[in-house]
């Protein structure tokens, strides 16, 4: 049976919340635990595959910032389609969004891959590490290349309300990724022993198989995504203000990407037990935001809907609510991070230096996790809206002006040093909590017009 988009701009919000946001929450954690499962096979095959594939990673992780902002680009315009009822603009935001994401992501693949040898090196490739990462590079730009237009799809799936086939396919092809890469790794089943190469092809293998129902969505059903094709047209206005729109979120990841660096430059001075009480911290930091995330995602979803419905009031009333049930949950884990500090950095690591740091860090950063909640929900918020410069401005001053010179200062000051790191941490949450509400309550964001929809 065709499933239609929901109608988020009516009902309780509540409702509408939890059930955008459990599965994404579901899914989060699946692709988390495969993350320790892919890393726990590939030190089976020694050092230089994790290197090779943390060096990959590391590249790649441009492609996921570019793609995350053509997805949020994406789901602020479909969502306010299905606001508005007018599923004809919503076929033609699929087919341009997936056209826009192919055509990008193939320039992308191709100037990665005539620049490989030099960016391998750059990255610290060297040796063995760098044989093994030119002979799996290839396969990985090719998978990333299918999966550049797999998650507009996904990302229109959600901002119409479809969030079933959204979860049900990523579970299928997290479920088939993870049995299908010991399987080539190691030659189970008759299957060939690929090494290192299993873990590309498996998880190319996977998500080719989802395109497939794509596809098949796309082409072969009463859906009202339904496309046909002999009729479909490229939009170039379309296509333009799609680009302004997903430019300044694709930059929003970039920043993090680059402070993150900037900072373990700063830590690594302070050598091995820092910088790996910071790995510690920032998992446990990503845990307390992967829930946010999920929440967020959905409030873009319903503020995209609600304006597109030209419904302000419930726009801003689903913000609210997101922000009071995310709040229940960063407060509750401050408190457990707060009051178990030492207990919960002993199950990461019982080395007496990083327990002594760790307990300073959860002592310093989750007490602005609330904070951090509204920054998350209202960035989410400006983002579903349209509005993705506002927190790319944010984001900018929040890691450039305040946490990278707040961590150069206080690191050189005697008594404070590592502390000042941990500090440095929390103004960023501080920082992006204020502006971020300021930014909500004076309301620009509500007229931004999302594309021409």
């Not at 309780?12 to 955008?20: A, F, G, M, Q, S």
């Not at 290349?145 to 299928?172: C, E, M, P, T």
């Not at 401050?334 to 307990?359: E, L, T």
Request: hydrophobic share 55%.
């Amino acid at each position: 049976m065709a499933e239609f988009p929901r109608e988020l701009e009516k009902g309780d919000i509540v409702r509408h919340l939890l059930y955008l946001s459990v599965p994404l929450l579901i899914v989060n954690l699946m692709q988390n635990f495969f993350s320790v499962f892919d890393m726990f096979l590939l030190g089976k095959l020694g050092v230089h595959a994790q290197s090779a594939i943390s060096i990959i990673g590391f590249i790649l992780s441009t492609f996921w910032s570019m793609q995350g902002g053509l997805g949020a680009g994406a789901m602020a315009i479909a969502s306010r389609c299905c606001g508005k009822k007018d599923y004809g603009e919503l076929k033609k935001t699929m087919v341009n969004t997936l056209f826009a994401a192919y055509a990008l992501t193939l320039i992308y693949v191709i100037t990665a891959f005539i620049f490989r040898d030099r960016l391998l090196i750059y990255f610290g490739a060297r040796g063995e590490t760098l044989e093994l990462s030119k002979y799996i590079f290839t396969t990985c730009l090719i998978s990333v290349l299918n999966d550049s237009g797999l998650w507009i799809f996904f990302a229109v799936l959600r901002a119409s309300g479809q969030i079933k086939r959204h979860f049900y396919l990523l579970v299928v092809s997290i479920l088939l990724n993870t049995i299908l890469e010991p399987t080539l790794i190691f030659g189970w089943a008759g299957f060939p022993k690929l090494g290192l190469m299993g873990a590309p092809m498996a998880r190319f293998i996977s998500y080719f198989t989802t395109t497939f129902v794509m596809i098949s969505i796309l082409t072969n059903t009463s859906s009202v995504l339904r496309i046909d094709w002999k009729k479909a047209r490229l939009d170039w206005k379309f296509l333009v203000q799609y680009i302004k729109i997903s430019v300044p979120a694709m930059i929003q990841g970039l920043l993090s990407n680059f402070a993150s660096l900037v900072m373990l430059k700063i830590a690594a001075p302070s050598g091995d037990a820092l910088l790996a009480t910071l790995g510690i911290g920032s998992r446990l930091d990503v845990f307390v935001m992967m829930i946010g995330w999920a929440i967020g995602g959905s409030t873009s979803v319903l503020v995209g809907h609600n304006l597109g419905a030209g419904d302000v009031k419930r726009a801003k009333d689903s913000v609210v609510t997101s922000l009071k049930i995310y709040t229940g949950f960063t407060l509750a884990c401050f408190m457990i991070y707060f009051n178990f500090s030492g207990w919960v950095i002993r199950i990461f690591n019982n080395d007496p230096a990083v327990v002594n740091y760790g307990i300073s860090y959860l002592k310093i950063v989750p007490f602005f996790y609330l904070f951090m909640g509204v920054g998350l929900i209202t960035a989410s918020a400006f983002n579903g809206s349209g509005e993705t410069k506002t927190p790319m401005i944010i984001n900018m001053i929040a890691f450039f002006a305040i946490q990278i010179p707040v961590a150069i200062f206080l690191s050189r000051i005697p008594g404070i040093a590592e502390k000042g790191i941990f500090i440095a941490i929390a103004s960023v949450f501080l920082f992006q909590g204020i502006a971020g509400w300021i930014t909500y309550k004076q309301g620009g964001w509500i007229g931004k017009k999302a594309a021409a929809v």
